[in-house]
């Protein structure tokens, strides 16, 4: 038997900083710990400041996702008020939110991930060149593209919001901003020619072509169906996966968990998927059982963790965000906690959000070996199909609806709250506090949290450590199998991977 | 003319990585267009590159030892010192990224902080991170680096202040770095052709706050400044000269400027609402005199015409 440790240092981090330390034995993964190395402590920042001021901090945790973190936001400061929010401004917070969606799906896609298929491990396969001339960092013809064509999405959210990032356009009650004819024909002008530019160049066919696909064998006829297909970006990426083993189910837990997605204004022609109060239904999944999702279940461990004030496991209305000193300990090990729903570790993101859903594809594609990195990716890369045809009915409704943008709070009141909203890597959540007219109490989850979690009380491993467990490493010096399982979770740091073999 | 190739390497600390997505919206030159067209080789990013880790560790030595010239350092994000002066709050492969700014800033002919948290320290982190620019503290001269520090160039640290810094003026002082064309560099050493201007200049709403016009909760349409925390006046910045993403500004949709490229953002008193004294600003613009500004505000106020005060519009 041989026994070997490397290192994956992730360098690049945007909610975070992170590690991977791998043990191989026999050449496969054996242990695993992953390693949040970035702290900043937002959650304290916070305390003590107005109630309104979460708006202008918060979205500041993340460069890619703050739309996110501002609705997550805002929703904690409507429970508090007690404020209803207007059809419109639903309907603005949702596209804005979405339309910050489609650029993470297509950036992370295509300048993050698929740039692995360039790499030197990766030289013998016949389709490399290929994945040179689309992904190469700033120069393929992919990579270009996505350049030119993600950054007109985010004139959506400017149109709307002002700038993209960090905007503080959502307010409790609604949004500040009134869209008028003409930002409304912009969006949907922008809208239409991201979606030609999607269809022709990423899908290779119609968007509704493609939500035909209900399972593998659907999957598979529909690449060889036409040359348009076979040679798109999306028929390129299937290809690679299935040539460089990609397709096969890596370990991992097959729980899946998703807040459900984007509250649905009264009047509107847009239908839910599979029920639940929003357009995506929220849900916990354990193993293919489903169960509805309530979240007091949820809590947060930092028996591995770098911080301290507790033990065990606690809801965020409780939570402590109180750091260790600065000496490196071996047992609690990163500066991420551990999130756990129902006590339980939980993958959250597309994939998650399409097995709530009980999407008969992505069912199909997990059952019954659990998730892929394939499966994973592809969610993220087709869920344009679906989001795009929404965003334009509620761009649509806006101007026909008699509701306005924002319903007038009577005043700041204490009490608590919270926010939960599917951010582009899946469950994002915020908790607060109000006391004396300031935040006494804030603590956020992040997707990224529940996804690289280290282990809890009970030594359950975070969803990718266990979906590491197991993975055959081809070339200890290059473990790329590695990098494409947690890069497959968008983990919010970008992709350069980091190996030291020691 | 011959085409000499400037080497770049982007550095992220202690951030959110808004400054590069905020890049990535350059149009005309796009990104990828704009390292074509000035010859730019990127040593490093860490979105961008595929360097391998033992390859990154061999530039970090060959930049240290003179052997791998570096033209530009950009470095985004805020430097954590923390926890207890360690730099442990933000490491790259077991070392503090402090330690690995130092060693790049003292080789790099021009250092560029990016955003609002590379140069002051800005969001940054809470007590235990020990944020701070890199050669400013909040107002204070002197971060991570040392007041007079300057770089091969004779420059001090160039300041592209925001949150996030606004992407013309970051491909505008590439360009200027890379051809050696004039930067001069303004207020905390900032280049004055974007952060010479208030954010104010170019708003939509300005005849407004010309006539004293006043919004007093979201969505009415009226100036920001008197009550709902609007900076506009106050900080330099090309907001509504360049607006976001080519369409817009917060401040044109109805959300406060707030005031993201001062040295003291996020400053500590509330945001969403102005501090006054019996409905006078306490911040008054920059640089007016106090007496003045209030006597013309006052006799702005009575001579607003109607058609304000009435207004339909929706801008």
């Known amino acids: 038997m041989s026994a070997k440790k490397i290192q994956i240092l992730p360098l690049n981090r945007v909610e975070g900083d992170l590690e991977l330390h791998l043990e191989l034995r026999d050449g496969a993964v054996y242990e695993v710990r992953s390693v949040g190395t970035m702290y900043r402590g ?23 996702c703050s739309t996110a973190h501002l609705k997550a936001a805002a929703k904690a400061l409507d429970m508090v008020f007690g404020v209803d929010v207007p059809d419109n401004a639903r309907r603005v917070r949702n596209v804005t939110l979405m339309a910050e969606q489609l650029q993470n799906d297509l950036r992370h896609s295509f300048l993050l991930f698929c740039p692995d298929f360039t790499h030197a491990a990766h030289a013998r396969q016949p389709l490399h060149a290929e994945a040179v001339q689309r992904y190469l960092p700033l120069k393929g013809t992919t990579a270009r593209q996505v350049i030119q064509q993600t950054k007109t999405l985010l004139e959506i959210v400017a149109v709307l919001g002002g700038q993209w990032p960090h905007s503080s356009f959502m307010v409790p009650g609604g949004v500040v901003s009134v869209a008028g004819v003409n930002e409304i024909n912009q969006c949907r002008s922008l809208l239409r020619n991201f979606r030609r530019w999607y269809e022709h160049r990423i899908l290779g066919c119609p968007l509704e072509r493609w939500l035909d696909v209900k399972n593998r064998t659907n999957l598979f006829r529909w690449l060889e169906e036409k040359p348009a297909h076979h040679d798109s970006d999306l028929g390129f990426f299937i290809r690679f996966c299935a040539a460089a083993g990609l397709i096969r189910p890596t370990g991992g837990y097959r729980n899946f968990l998703s807040y459900g997605a984007f509250e649905m204004p009264r009047q509107t022609a847009v239908k839910r998927i599979n029920g ?13 059982v489903p169960a509805t999702f309530n979240q007091e279940k949820i809590g947060e461990d930092i028996a591995c963790a770098r911080f301290t004030g ?7 209305f409780n939570g402590l965000t109180r750091p260790l000193a600065a000496t490196e300990d071996d047992v609690k090990y990163s500066w991420a906690k551990a999130p756990r729903y129902h006590n339980l570790p939980a993958e959250t993101g597309p994939l998650a959000e399409r097995v709530v859903a009980a999407d008969p594809l992505f069912i199909d594609l997990v059952t019954p070996d659990g998730p892929s990195v394939f499966s994973r990716q592809l969610a993220r890369l087709v869920r344009p199909a679906q989001i795009l045809p929404v965003m334009d009915t509620w761009l649509q409704e806006i101007g026909h609806s008699p509701e306005g ?15 939960l909203v599917q951010a582009h890597r899946g469950a994002l959540g915020h908790w607060l506090q109000i006391e004396n007219g300031r935040i006494a109490h804030y603590q956020i989850i992040t997707p990224t949290a529940w996804n690289a979690s280290p282990r809890d009380g009970a030594g359950r491993r975070g969803p990718w450590e266990q979906a590491l467990v197991g993975t055959h490493i081809d070339n200890p010096a290059q473990p790329i199998e590695a990098e494409h399982i947690v890069r497959s979770f968008d983990p919010c740091l970008v992709c350069a991977v980091h190996t030291v073999a020691t | 003319m011959k ?11 202690g951030g959110c990585g808004g400054d590069t997505w905020s890049f990535l919206s350059a149009e005309s030159p796009d990104v990828s267009e704009l ?13 961008f590159s595929r360097l391998r880790p033992a390859e990154l560790a061999t530039l970090h030595h060959q930049i240290e030892t003179g052997d791998q010239t570096l033209d530009i350092l950009c470095v985004e994000g805020a430097i954590l010192q923390g926890p207890e002066g360690t730099g442990m709050c933000d490491t790259l492969a077991g070392r503090p990224k402090m330690d690995l700014i130092r060693a790049l800033a003292a080789k790099a002919h021009h250092v560029v902080a ?16 020990q944020a701070t620019g890199l050669q400013y503290d909040k107002w204070t001269g002197g971060g991570l680096l040392d007041a007079g520090f300057t770089t091969g160039s004779g420059r001090p640290v160039i300041n592209l202040p925001g949150c996030p810094c606004h992407c013309d003026a ?6 200027a770095l890379v051809n050696g064309t004039p930067l001069e560099l303004d207020h905390y050493n900032a280049p004055a052709d974007w952060y010479g201007i208030m954010v104010h200049q170019g708003c939509t709403r300005n005849e407004y706050h010309e006539y004293r016009v006043e919004e007093k909760r979201f969505g009415e349409k009226g100036c920001l400044f008197f009550y709902m925390g609007c900076h506009g006046p106050l900080v330099y910045g090309p907001c509504n000269k360049s607006l976001w993403n080519r369409r817009s500004s917060k401040t044109r949709v109805g959300v406060p400027c707030f005031g993201c490229t001062r040295p003291d953002f996020p400053q500590k008193y509330p945001f969403f609402q102005t501090r006054n004294i019996e409905g006078i600003p306490i911040d008054l613009p920059d640089g007016v005199s106090r007496a003045h500004y209030l006597a013309y505000k006052g006799m702005a106020a009575a001579a607003a015409p109607r058609r304000l005060i009435k207004r339909k519009t929706g801008i």
């Open chain 2, 170 to 175: 970051l491909t505008g002082t590439l360009t």
């Open chain 2, 114 to 129: 990016v955003g609002t948290c590379a140069c002051f320290g800005g969001i940054g982190g809470d007590a235990t991170a």
């Open chain 2, 35 to 47: 390292v074509d067209m000035l010859a730019v080789d990127v040593l490093w990013h860490p979105s």
């Open chain 1, 310 to 316: 507790y033990t065990g496991s606690r809801h965020p």
């Open chain 1, 42 to 64: 937002i959650e304290n920042i916070l305390k003590g400041r107005a109630p309104l001021d979460s708006l202008v901090i918060t979205p500041r945790i993340c460069g890619i």
């Open chain 1, 405 to 419: 943008f924002f319903t007038n709070y009577a005043k700041v009141t204490d009490g608590q709250g919270f926010g």
């Open chain 1, 276 to 288: 639940g109060k929003t357009l995506l239904p929220g849900g916990f999944v354990n193993d293919g």
């Open chain 2, 3 to 13: 085409i000499m190739t400037t080497t770049l390497y982007w550095l992220q600390a």
